[in-house]
């Protein structure tokens, strides 16, 4: 019997770009049937561990597993039926219309013996409406704005229809109303149908809003993992990215919301014991 966990998990992992490793010896179990965030500073390695643990970058030692199979051992169909990846900045082809995008998420799903089908339909229209792009379905993607473009690439993700599916930096080039739509849909996906979501956020009050566990990076290492209750502080943002702040309890979930401090925003000298203790 297979003593892995069940879900996405790695070993050892380290990942490289051209020698140089940017990911170094981690050990990573992301809970399944949870929402992670991976949180940390600029070039700290967010990015490139989604880019390991969905097969995109190959380890330079390590292994990673999905439900206790080395990833690198499944055919990439199968693979891309059972994990969906949405990596920074994917670039469209020319022309294409956001129906047709979001179309080729349903790609791992068809073979020679299985064409398109109501149920194909019907994910790619899901995927549209949870989006809010039902209108934009025949518009050219070059046309559309940033926040829309971004909104296409999510509903190509989720027609994939994927139980495990990784997003890095979903909320990219989105105002606010819109980052909140796409992290409230990342719960109903969760919460509604059990899916497996891991975000790379740079906003540290959604993570710790929207996530169950989160992964602090730093320097391509991981310096803390829990839940956001648990393990962010004033100590850890200091760590991870040199920043002061006061850490106080979200009005609006019960967890942790921080509070920056820039040099022209002081602690205020009666906040700072309260500050220094959190």
């Not at 296409?152 to 080039?173: C, G, S």
């Not at 925003?265 to 700072?272: E, G, I, S």
Request: aromatic residues 4%.
């Amino acid at each position: 019997m297979d003593p892995r966990p069940k879900g996405l998990t790695a070993e050892g992992l380290t990942l490289a770009y051209e020698g140089r490793s940017v990911v170094d010896d981690l050990d990573v179990a992301i809970p399944a049937g949870r929402i992670t965030a991976v949180i940390g500073a600029n070039a700290c390695g967010k990015s490139t561990l989604l880019k390991g643990l969905s097969r995109l970058l190959a380890p330079r030692r390590g292994a990673v597993y999905l439900d206790g199979q080395l990833i690198h051992s499944l055919r990439g169909k199968e693979l891309a039926r059972r994990l969906g990846m949405l990596p920074q900045s994917p670039v469209a082809p020319e022309g294409i219309t956001v129906l047709d995008l979001v179309k080729r998420g349903r790609s791992p799903h068809q073979s020679w013996w299985r064409q398109w089908s109501p149920e194909d339909e019907r994910a790619v229209y899901a995927a549209l409406s949870a989006t809010g792009l039902t209108e934009q379905a025949e518009r050219s993607v070059d046309e559309l704005s940033g926040g829309q473009r971004q909104r296409a690439w999510i509903a190509m993700a989720l027609a994939q229809d994927t139980p495990v599916l990784l997003l890095d930096e979903p909320t990219n080039h989105l105002d606010l109303a819109h980052q909140i739509d796409i992290l409230d849909l990342a719960v109903d996906l969760n919460r509604d149908q059990g899916r497996t979501i891991v975000l790379v956020l740079h906003d540290l009050n959604h993570a710790c809003r929207y996530a169950d566990h989160v992964i602090a990076l730093k320097e391509g290492r991981i310096v803390a993992e829990g839940a956001p209750a648990a393990v962010v502080s004033q100590h850890l943002i200091a760590e991870v990215f040199g920043l002061s702040c006061t850490v106080i309890e979200d009005p609006a979930g019960g967890g942790p919301h921080i509070i920056p401090f820039g040099r022209h925003h002081a602690v205020a000298p009666d906040r700072r014991a309260t500050a220094t203790n959190r």
